[in-house]
């Protein structure tokens, strides 16, 4: 009996000396938008603070801003403690985050809440076909530039290779040496001026 005694002391000493303990149910929440969750706040310990205070952040180490009842949101007692439980009713996709209790200026560990919103499949599946076709559609069109670009490229490399062969419009040879006429006759006929055949010339 006395050891009995013993042991009870002795852990009514420990539970003491650990102090209060805070734990949040559940830890993680995802739901869809316009649903309703219920996050408690439990502690166990010696603490004569019965109220419970809750915050938000948007991570778990970021800045904790205290939340207050609304249309949306609120408290209910449990068990003699005041705001044990916090109620989230028509949640948005604002509502995301991580929602902390606070007792006896000590937090919990906190509960992520995700919200997403509600899927069509239908809406889904043709938002999928929708980008497939727009994928499909980008790479034609990039596939249209670039054998453009080969194109070009090709064509003003042939006119450049064409150019250095390019014979001239105009055959300037004999420029200059054209036959000139006189009165009709050309200059070029002698023949009034021509000698018999076998006539000496004057120097000889």
Not at 122 to 136: E, I, N, P
Not at 154 to 164: E, V, Y
Request: glycine letters at 8%.
């Amino acid at each position: 009996m006395r050891w009995t005694l013993a042991g009870c002391y002795g852990l009514a000493l420990i539970t003491l000396s650990v102090g209060l303990q805070i734990s949040q149910r559940p830890r993680f929440y995802g739901v869809k938008v316009g649903q309703l969750v219920p996050i408690y706040c439990k502690s166990s310990g010696l603490d004569p603070n019965r109220t419970v205070y809750w915050y938000k952040a948007d991570k778990y180490d970021t800045k904790k801003i205290q939340i207050q009842e609304d249309e949306r949101i609120h408290f209910q007692e449990s068990e003699g403690i005041q705001n044990a439980f916090l109620l989230l009713k028509n949640l948005q996709i604002e509502d995301s985050g991580v929602y902390f209790c606070k007792r006896n200026s000590q937090y919990g560990p906190g509960t992520a809440l995700q919200v997403v919103r509600n899927v069509d499949p239908f809406q889904a599946q043709y938002r999928s076909q929708m980008k497939d076709g727009l994928m499909v559609l980008q790479g034609l069109v990039l596939a249209t530039c670039v054998a453009a670009i080969l194109l070009r490229k090709q064509q003003l490399h042939s006119k450049r290779r064409d150019s250095l062969y390019e014979e001239p419009e105009n055959d300037h040879i004999y420029e200059g040496l054209a036959i000139e006429t006189c009165g009709g006759e050309l200059y070029e006929e002698l023949s009034a001026y021509a000698q018999p055949e076998g006539a000496e010339a004057p120097w000889e």
